[in-house]
């Protein structure tokens, strides 16, 4: 038996036409679900950007519509330390993770004003800009940026909000590094390939669906016929940053080679 064949009978055997447990799941949102798909598969959890099973990533269909490459925070951030020299400057911005999110972020009237770097204020597509001054696109080496301008700000308190060292354009405020990108989208996707469990009407899980090993270059090229997109979710109170680059759940059906 192969390994896809393997992957196969584990889901005809212990997936296929259940509909999920969650009962006892303290897990929230589709995060309870993708648990206990990756329990019914064999998968062990495991923090190595890895396939999750025999050189193969496990995708779960999900609610969202939105399907997860990865929780990539960015290789450095303008909060890293007090000297953000990384960023191709010698300024000393002083800014800690809470400080930036009251500075690039937004407070949510829904969740009793909690800090968010989500949503409005952070970009999501290539060549988006946000009226918070953020534009998500490349800089001369490749690496994906976002980057803040004073002069774009359209926020009326910005002069509050702002500090004066903080009062310019083309500022780098997230930076995922080349290498560091291709090494994570390479290590996931470019083994085997992937496969996705998907569901019925009913809520059961019908079949399973394969498709072929993505390299770097041609993620980049999604990014940047928008794709793939930047889905922030960082907030206050939470260390994690929250940091998904996902591509809508249709474009992925798209790319399936074949279906059991």
């Known amino acids: 038996m192969t390994k896809k064949e393997e992957i196969i009978s584990r889901f005809y055997n212990?997936?296929?036409?259940?509909i999920p447990d969650v009962s006892n799941s303290n897990v929230k949102h589709d995060g309870k679900y993708g648990h206990w798909l990756e329990n019914q598969m064999g998968v062990k959890l495991n923090a190595n950007n890895a396939p999750d099973l025999?050189?193969?990533?496990?995708?779960?269909?999900?609610?969202?519509?939105?399907?997860?490459?990865?929780?990539w925070s960015a290789s450095e951030y303008i909060f890293h330390g007090k000297s953000n020299k990384r960023n191709g400057t010698n300024q000393n911005f002083d800014i800690d993770r809470s400080k930036?999110?009251?500075i690039f972020g937004k407070p949510n009237k829904e969740k009793n004003n909690r800090i968010s770097w989500s949503g409005t204020p952070c970009p999501t597509y290539y060549l988006d800009?946000?009226?918070?001054?953020q534009i998500l696109k490349y800089d001369q080496n490749k690496?994906?940026?976002?980057?803040?301008?004073?002069?774009l700000d359209k926020r009326p308190n910005?002069?509050?909000?702002?500090?004066?060292?903080?009062?310019?354009?083309n500022l780098i405020i997230a930076?995922?590094?080349y290498q560091d990108l291709k090494k994570k989208v390479e290590k996931k996707f470019n083994q085997k390939g992937w496969f996705m469990c998907k569901k019925g009407s009913d809520g059961s899980y019908k079949s399973i669906s394969f498709g072929e090993p993505l390299?770097?270059?041609?993620?980049?090229q999604l990014f940047e016929d928008g794709i793939v997109f930047f889905d922030s979710g960082m907030y206050e109170g939470n260390k994690r940053p929250y940091s998904q680059w996902r591509s809508n759940s249709s474009f992925w059906y798209s790319l399936v080679t074949d279906e059991y």
């Open 143 to 151: 690496n994906i940026v976002i980057t803040y301008s004073y002069s």
């Open 215 to 220: 390299n770097f270059k041609t993620w980049l």
């Open 175 to 177: 930076k995922w590094l």
């Open 129 to 133: 800009q946000t009226i918070f001054g």
């Open 158 to 169: 910005k002069k509050i909000i702002v500090p004066s060292n903080i009062k310019q354009d």
């Open 54 to 71: 025999f050189g193969y990533e496990m995708k779960n269909q999900t609610s969202s519509g939105k399907i997860s490459y990865g929780d």
């Open 100 to 102: 930036f999110l009251k």
């Open 14 to 18: 212990n997936v296929k036409g259940k």
